[in-house]
């Protein structure tokens, strides 16, 4: 058994490394990274292979796969992305499309390539991590929101057009609200409201990607929170994201 995880260098990627090297998964461990990749795989108990490589260009990401595709990959886990805090106006361009490349096109890509083989022998995992942040618009995170919503929906998609082929292959999207990882500090943010730990996010999302789950969303708050956006105008819900996004102190 073997899997690939992208954004493994520490946050979600890392502790997914750690929970499925103890389930026996043998680990492709995918970023930018090295050291920090080095140290994680003394932790593990399984094989693991540490591939330096930057996936926010579509060239790498086709590096990638034609590294890994003789590996029968069982589980591919598309954890690689980054938040920014602001107002749109305000934001760098440079960097908000630095984010679409990496939060879209490298999830994309790596989900069209792995998706076709895993197709051809009729078995697979692919999870997506988008996030709660998905089912609303964002003012003040606009791009963000955007790209995750992008991620959910192309699953979602997805996933419907398996089951229509009657497809033993899944794929599924990870939706959680605020986790204690390095994703604050790089959005430069710091979040005002409770936040879930990793391990906790992680293992109930490979718990729930076994039962087939298609939309993954870890922690009571977080369910309670998204149902209301479902059924809130969006007027009101642009009101109250705003309201989220502003408690947020600037680091």
């Known amino acids: ?119 051809k022998r009729d078995s697979g995992y692919i999870l997506n991590v988008a996030s709660a942040a998905a089912f609303l618009p964002g003012p003040l995170m606009s791009t963000y929101y955007a790209t995750k919503a992008y991620v959910l929906h192309l699953t979602l998609a997805i996933n419907e057009e398996l089951k229509k082929d009657s497809s033993n292959v899944y794929i599924g999207a990870l939706c959680p609200g605020p986790v204690d990882t390095e994703f604050n500090k790089v959005a430069k943010v710091k979040f005002n409201l409770p936040s879930l730990t990793s391990n906790y996010v992680c293992e109930y999302a490979i718990k729930e990607m076994f039962k087939n789950k298609s939309i993954i969303i870890p922690g009571v708050k977080t369910k309670i929170g998204i149902y209301l956006s479902k059924i809130l105008p969006t007027k009101l819900k642009l009101g109250v994201s705003y309201k989220i996004q502003e408690s947020k102190d600037k680091c």
């Open 1 to 119: 058994m073997k899997a690939l995880i992208t954004g493994a260098s520490s946050g979600l990627g890392a502790e997914f490394a750690k929970i499925l090297s103890d389930k026996g998964y043998d680990l492709i461990l995918v970023a930018r990274r090295k050291k920090k990749m080095e140290t994680l795989a003394k932790q593990l108990k399984t094989n693991v292979k540490i591939i330096e490589l930057d996936i926010s260009s579509t060239y790498n990401c086709m590096k990638l796969y034609d590294e890994v595709k003789k590996e029968k990959i069982d589980i591919l886990i598309n954890n690689a992305g980054f938040g920014l805090f602001g107002k749109f106006n305000d934001t760098k361009l440079d960097s908000e499309l630095d984010m679409i490349d990496l939060n879209i096109k490298t999830v994309h890509t790596l989900t069209k390539l792995f998706l076709k083989d895993f197709k």
